[in-house]
């Protein structure tokens, strides 16, 4: 079973907002949800999977790409086992199909991320 899931992709024109959420689906990770880092992450077609913005256990503290800073806000409610991302000032470039991703270090690499969602595709069209 997939531990992650994440709903909200779409179609969007350029300048429009988007936003992502990755909830908890399988029983016994949400127990445990508050005590990970989360992350969200891209891959665009023939590329590689990218960093995009992770934020802390409690959600005092987040990190983003610099493609993404002051346009995309990440954010979490441990209450309700899920993780946002709002993505705003969207730009054709942002097409990917997006993932959200969990770990117990603050690191930026995929390979540091324990658990993954299937993604969801997010289109900007110019």
């Known amino acids: 079973q997939v531990p992650l899931v994440e709903t909200g992709g779409g179609l969007v024109q350029a300048g429009g907002s988007l936003r992502l959420s990755c909830a908890v689906s399988?029983?016994?990770?949400?127990?445990?949800?508050?005590?990970?880092?989360m992350g969200w992450f891209r891959q665009a077609p023939g590329k590689e999977r990218e960093f995009v913005a992770m934020i802390s256990r409690s959600g005092g503290a987040t990190d983003y790409a610099d493609s993404v800073k002051g346009r995309f806000t990440i954010s979490r409610d441990n209450a309700k086992n899920t993780v946002y991302l709002q993505m705003n000032s969207l730009k054709p470039e942002d097409t990917a199909v997006y993932y959200c991703a969990a770990s117990v270090r603050w690191l930026t690499r995929a390979t540091d991320y324990e658990y993954w969602g299937l993604g969801t595709q997010v289109t900007v069209s110019s």
């Open positions: 399988e029983r016994t990770f949400r127990s445990t949800f508050s005590s990970y880092i």
